[in-house]
């Protein structure tokens, strides 16, 4: 069953990436996803329950504009920072705390955060943390990075993942 789900999964993220229905590259999605299925099924996450469930589809469906908002966001500040004379950054690496529990959840966190432009994930403790750098750091306590970088996500994150 989880090869299936993953299989499926894997097959709509194909076809979304190439958004075409040319027969050669259908094929070439349908053995690259049975491929990565059949061989990568125990690297994926246990949780895949969640890719069923109408609720959890649509929060991730929410989510993905919401991300897109804070990505682009992101890029135009990188940008200013990059082409003002004066560079006004201040980077640093910052600890913030997560409220997730799952390994999808928190996974997905880490890279919603390492693909937000200015933000790179560093590491993660067993203990709910993960250090992040930060190109402008705007609070060096936990809970205000937290609150600048983590919250807009765990709450979407928890919908989808928890």
């Known amino acids: 069953m989880r090869r299936l789900i993953y299989f499926i999964l894997g097959f709509v993220i194909w076809l979304l990436l190439t958004w075409s229905l040319n027969i050669q590259i259908v094929i070439a999605g349908l053995i690259a996803s049975a491929i990565v299925a059949i061989l990568f099924h125990v690297m994926l996450p246990k949780e895949h329950h969640i890719f069923i469930s109408p609720v959890r589809i649509f929060w991730f469906l929410v989510y993905v504009p919401v991300f ?95």
């Open 68 to 162: 897109f908002y804070y990505m682009i966001k992101a890029n135009f500040d990188v940008v200013y920072r990059a082409l003002h004379p004066k560079m006004p950054i201040n980077p640093g690496i910052v600890k913030i705390k997560t409220e997730l529990k799952t390994d999808s959840a928190i996974t997905a966190l880490a890279n919603s955060i390492t693909l937000t432009p200015g933000t790179l994930t560093v590491d993660l403790t067993d203990d709910g943390y993960l250090y992040v750098h930060w190109i402008n750091v705007k609070a060096e306590d936990v809970e205000g990075a937290t609150k600048h970088i983590a919250k807009r996500f765990e709450w979407f994150l928890k919908k989808i993942f928890e």
